[in-house]
Nanobody
Framework: QVQLVESGGGLVQAGGSLRLSCAAS????????MGWFRQAPGKERESVAR????????YYVDSVKGRFTISRDNAKNTVYLQMNSLKPEDTAVYYC?????????????WGQGTQVTVSS
């Protein structure tokens, strides 16, 4: 099992920034790819950003490219999502997840989520 705990969400004005963190425990963190996902009310969950086990490969959904950056610190068992130039449409519950494969269609382990609200 991998336990994941997100933090850093909150309320921010459009154009502002937030940094989400996800602390992992349990199995060896560096063996897992990590992803950030989000779900807005009435919408399906979507993949926002993913990072390979060693941080060498990253993927972003088009809507956040150039604004969000995913990174990881394997020594601290933590993955981050730096979110800049936030827009109201970024409002959602953000989840981090872990899986053996960065391209997994269904990440295995999930955190409880953290709310991000962007006001216009």
């Amino acid at each position: 099992q991998v336990q994941l705990v997100e933090s850093g969400g909150g309320l921010v004005q459009a154009g502002g920034s937030l940094r989400l963190s996800c602390a992992a425990s349990g199995r060896t963190f560096s063996n897992y790819a990590m992803g950030w996902f989000r779900q807005a009310p009435g919408k399906e969950r979507e993949s926002v950003a993913r990072i390979s086990f060693n941080g060498g490969t990253t993927y972003y959904v088009d809507s956040v490219k150039g604004r969000f950056t995913i990174s990881r610190d394997n020594a601290k068992n933590t993955v981050y999502l730096q979110m800049n130039s936030l827009k109201p449409e970024d409002t959602a519950v953000y989840y981090c997840a872990a899986d053996r494969s960065v391209n997994s269609p269904a990440y295995r382990f999930w955190g409880q989520g953290t709310q991000v609200t962007v006001s216009s």
